[in-house]
């Protein structure tokens, strides 16, 4: 938890989520709590998000909703991390989508009350369709990917056209055109 020295001073945190996709280090690890003990919030309230592509976004949504609902709380920190390039076989063709797929951390935090950078519209949405198409098993060294010409188009496309939906949703419940930011 060396990156925690990069946050600033935070007198309290009441929340702490942190979201991932790569698997834990050992079974039944807690990484919110080794964030809360990194950052001296042992009083706050923890919780993981293993939500995929999603839980970064899920992990927002779920300080926000925390935050408002909680009248004693006012600062959450919402973790995302991930260490999944070490996963992708780079000699496997079939891993050629997860070529993007990086290892990185960031962290946001977020104070009820402050409007600015204000979460004012989120979306939410999981197409199932293509979800067993890629695993890694316990103890797996690499990702298993089951891939024809078939998935790999359709991948492509539902990823296209769920990306588009999703922008479209967020915008239009935060009140914005999405061809205002166009």
Known sequence: YKHMLLLP?????????????TPPPRS????????????????????????????ATWALANAKSLLLTHDEWTTALVLVSD?????????????????????????VVLRKGEARRAIVG????????YGDSMHLSPGAAT????????????IKRTYKKNYEEMIRAA???AGVEPRAVA
């Open 9 to 21: 001073k935070l007198k309290k945190i009441d929340l702490v989520i942190h979201a991932s996709t």
């Open 28 to 55: 039944l690890y807690s990484r919110s709590a080794g964030v809360m003990k990194a950052v001296g919030a042992g009083r706050a309230y923890g919780f993981d998000v293993m939500a995929g592509c999603n839980g």
């Open 83 to 107: 260490q999944l390039a070490s996963y992708v076989d780079y000699a496997n063709e079939t891993h050629l989508p997860l070529f993007n797929w990086a290892d990185a951390v960031s962290a």
């Open 122 to 129: 989120e979306a939410f949405r999981t197409d199932p369709t």
């Open 143 to 154: 990702l298993t990917m089951e891939t024809s010409d078939e998935i790999e188009d359709g």
């Open 171 to 173: 915008l239009g419940r």
